[in-house]
């Protein structure tokens, strides 16, 4: 368990344990130099849990204002090192039970660009449903932080994928709207004020290894026509299918350090071209609504409490 994990159940234990509380008192039981030492570890730690706590709603409040400004923001240094290394372990052992012609809701179905001996994966989708470490990760306290509140206390979970973007594929994405993805509109109402995509940066994301590009307040020009919009132009990126609109406003691929998180909206445009670097490009995403903006979807969170497990049920079986 990581320190800000361990710190944050720490916190539930003392807010809610009557076990923990009644611990504190049976501290007078202690001799005195025992007990002078358990309440000094108790305050340090108390101390401690404030100052992360306090870090990471600063780091949420900017995150917020930069979201209504610009339709995309980052979060630095979400998780650690060794969070994210149990990531890359997780992506990489969850391919070995991936399902390639599977279902979404089985879990692990991959997408592959290129073709024959030529093909590598480009996408895997609800690796949650089978990677222990991967669901660890979407149902983080951190995770469950930010949607709530971004979404609210009541939350469905609309996609659960790893981007590779490995260096040998040509893969790319042309401008679009997360919207397009959320039709029909009438079964999604509300869904362009509550819906939230983020992703986990698992290795360094620029511009040279395919980081995704942002026009930054395109969401406040609402729903636009994009050509991506016919599936068979959404993977090969062009700058001639930018609406007119949006061409003169600041383009910006926000540079991310393994362990930063960006988060966006439904409105956002946004593009990405392809990996040329020698390096890979994992990213781990996971997109929430509020719970009315769509019929179908795993439950997230119920009162502000997390669904531990994807109910693969809620998935719809077109998927």
Request: aromatic share 8%; with cysteine; proline share 6%.
């Amino acid at each position: 368990m990581s320190n800000d994990r361990l710190i944050q159940e720490i916190a539930k234990a003392y807010e809610n344990s009557p076990a923990v509380q009644k611990l504190l008192r049976s501290t007078a039981l202690l001799p005195p130099e025992l007990r002078a030492m358990f309440e000094s570890l108790a305050q340090l730690t108390t101390v401690t849990l404030q100052a992360r706590m306090k870090s990471f709603d600063d780091k949420l409040k900017t995150a917020a204002t930069d979201l209504e400004r610009d339709g995309v923001c980052v979060i630095p240094a979400v998780f650690d090192t060794a969070e994210i290394d149990a990531m890359r372990g997780g992506v990489f052992r969850a391919l070995l039970d991936a399902n390639p012609t599977g279902k979404y809701r089985n879990g692990g179905k991959v997408q592959y660009v290129g073709k024959g001996d030529n093909a590598v994966p480009s996408i895997m989708f609800w690796p949650t449903l089978i990677s222990t470490s991967l669901n660890g990760i979407r149902v983080d306290p951190r995770m469950a932080a930010i949607v709530a509140k971004f979404v609210g206390p009541n939350a469905r979970q609309l996609n659960n994928q790893v981007y590779l973007r490995l260096p040998s594929e040509d893969d790319s994405f042309n401008w679009h709207q997360d919207i397009m993805f959320r039709q029909p509109i009438e079964d999604h109402p509300r869904i362009e004020e509550t819906y939230l995509q983020t992703i986990v940066a698992i290795d360094d994301v620029t511009a040279d290894n395919g980081g995704i590009e942002f026009i930054m307040g395109s969401h406040k020009f609402g729903k636009l026509p994009f050509k991506a919009e016919q599936r068979s132009h959404l993977r090969s990126f062009s700058d001639d299918d930018l609406p007119q609109e949006l061409r003169d406003l600041e383009r910006k691929v926000p540079q991310l350090e393994a362990g930063d998180m960006m988060l966006w909206g439904v409105l956002t445009a946004h593009a990405s071209r392809p990996n040329r670097t020698t390096r890979t490009r994992l990213t781990y995403m996971n997109g929430f609504c509020a719970v009315e903006s769509a019929k179908d979807w795993p439950i997230y969170s119920e009162d502000g409490v997390v669904v531990e497990h994807a109910d693969n049920a809620m998935i719809p079986r077109d998927y």
